[in-house]
T-cell receptor, first 109, second 114 residues
Framework: GQNIDQPTEMTATEGAIVQINCTYQ??????LFWYQQHAGEAPTFLSY??LDGLEEKGRFSSFLSRSKGYSYLLLKELQMKDSASYLC??????????WGAGTKLIIKP | IAGITQAPTSQILAAGRRMTLRCTQD?????MYWYRQDLGLGLRLIHY???????GKGEVPDGYSVSRANTDDFPLTLASAVPSQTSVYFC?????????????FGPGTRLTVL
């Protein structure tokens, strides 16, 4: 079956760095997305990886290892506004997104 | 209108009632999707439409129906609501289907079935 695993909740301190991990098992693979979702709001796009390696975009970076079925989202210089859920989603061979349950990130001052 | 709009924002519904959730986009995207989001579960695809005039079933289609009469609108109907359909419903779209396009989401409809 198809499955996405990510931690349910993480806590970090303002100004610090946090890494949110995601492992996936899908029928075929056409890339991995990360979305941010603030409480009560819609998910918004953060990053897309299809090749192995690290993609950096400001304070946020995303890494992919296709051979390991593994990705992580790295958030640097954490700000209070980064408190949100982070959703990992893999695109399968039919170009359907398979979603993880999300990681709730709590930022403490 | 900018992006995707959904209506209503929230609704409390008696079990057995019929309900249509509305979704409209102004981006001329071909593909549209309906998801439900429940606590502790990932977004689950209910129905999708690759282009106007076509629809398909997702992971959890039972109890729901959709139509796609034109590019902009993609309503989701619950023919006879049940409490297990209590959820937050998101409509999304992408420029094309069968691609790596980013999905854009509407603000969601919070539905409670009593």
């Amino acid at each position: 079956g198809q499955n996405i695993d990510q931690p349910t909740e993480m806590t970090a301190t303002e100004g610090a760095i946090v890494q949110i991990n995601c492992t996936y098992q899908t029928s075929g693979f056409n890339g991995l997305f990360w979305y941010q979702q603030h409480a009560g709001e819609a998910p918004t796009f953060l990053s897309y990886n299809v090749l192995d390696g690290l993609e950096e975009k400001g304070r946020f970076s995303s890494f992919l290892s296709r051979s390991k079925g593994y990705s992580y989202l790295l958030l640097k210089e954490l700000q209070m506004k980064d408190s949100a859920s982070y959703l990992c989603a893999a695109l399968d061979s039919n170009y359907q997104l398979i979603w993880g349950a999300g990681t709730k990130l709590i930022i403490k001052p | 209108i900018a992006g995707i709009t959904q209506a209503p924002t929230s609704q409390i519904l008696a079990a057995g009632r019929r309900m249509t959730l509305r979704c409209t986009q102004d981006m001329r995207h071909n593909a549209m999707y309906w998801y439900r989001q429940d606590l502790g579960l990932g977004l689950r695809l209910i129905h999708y439409s690759n282009t106007a005039g076509t629809t398909g079933k997702g992971e959890v289609p039972d109890g729901y129906s959709v139509s796609r009469a034109n590019t902009d609108d993609f309503p989701l109907t619950l023919a006879s609501a049940v409490p297990s359909q209590t959820s937050v419903y998101f409509c999304a779209s992408t420029p094309t289907s069968g691609s790596t396009d980013t999905q854009y989401f509407g603000p969601g409809t919070r539905l409670t079935v009593l």
